[in-house]
């Protein structure tokens, strides 16, 4: 299956809001509402923001939410902070069958606080 | 709160198997409805879904990885494992392990082992 597609940077100043776009297929973001979305400082491990489209969890701040539309899905970052700069992925659930498992990645978008 | 950290190898010769191993602490690996999972990242690329064993022992690939791929767990030591066959330069990548709450949920991850595919 095909890498779900997201621009490949984004930026915005501190306290502004940005959104992230991840657009896929009616296979698999349009066809489940398994979206998450991740965020990747340089050098470290990816950390789970948003699950299952719009779902937060523990420990992440309500300034990250997350949507869908059709086959698009979407992460927005409000009051921008300087620590929300990092790489963001997006996932999606794409279906099963025969033991294989189908989960694509976006391939990432460079976020920069301005 | 559960901790992943993989081990193995950094560095693997073309045509040869790649091994590393995950180990769990913090959380029994075969207690608790999730899947233990792999997942790579190619030097300054995006993320690539290798599989994932469920607790209950069965494995789910990545289709395009699958018949080089095993993913296996030994609850005695609370790891699990990856095999990857037949390496070429182009499995080169950090490695990550991580716990999967519902199969595409990536909750905790390991901090990512290198592993350079060459002669």
């Known amino acids: 299956q095909s890498a779900l597609t997201q621009p490949p940077s984004a930026s915005g100043s501190p306290g502004q809001s940005v959104t992230i776009s991840c657009t896929g297929t009616s296979s698999d973001v349009g066809g489940y509402n398994y979206v998450s979305w991740y965020q990747q400082h340089p050098g470290k491990a990816p950390k789970l923001m948003i699950y299952e489209v719009s779902k937060r969890p523990s420990g992440v701040p309500d300034r990250f939410s997350g949507s869908k539309s059709g086959n698009t899905a979407s992460l927005t970052v409000s009051g921008l902070q300087a620590e929300d700069e990092a790489d963001y992925y997006c996932?999606?659930?794409?279906?099963?069958?025969?033991?294989?498992?189908?989960?694509?990645f976006g391939g990432g978008t460079k976020l920069t606080v301005l | 709160q559960v901790q992943l950290q993989e081990s193995g190898p950094g560095l693997v010769k073309p045509s040869q198997t790649l091994s590393l191993t995950c180990t769990v602490s913090?959380?029994?690996?075969?207690?608790?409805?999730?899947?233990w999972s792999w997942i790579r990242q190619p030097p300054g690329k995006g993320l690539e879904w290798i599989g994932y064993?469920?607790?209950?022992?069965?494995?789910y690939y990545n289709p395009s990885l699958k018949s080089r791929v095993t993913i296996s767990v030994d609850t005695s030591k609370n790891q699990f494992s990856l095999k990857l066959s037949s390496v070429t330069a182009a499995d080169t990548a950090v490695y990550y392990c991580a716990r999967d709450n519902s199969g595409y949920e990536l909750s905790d991850w390991g901090q990512g082992t290198l592993v350079t595919v060459s002669s």
């Open positions: 913090g959380g029994s690996i075969s207690s608790g409805d999730y899947y």
């Open positions: 064993i469920y607790y209950s022992g069965s494995t």
């Open positions: 996932s999606s659930y794409a279906g099963s069958n025969n033991f294989e498992i189908h989960v694509v």
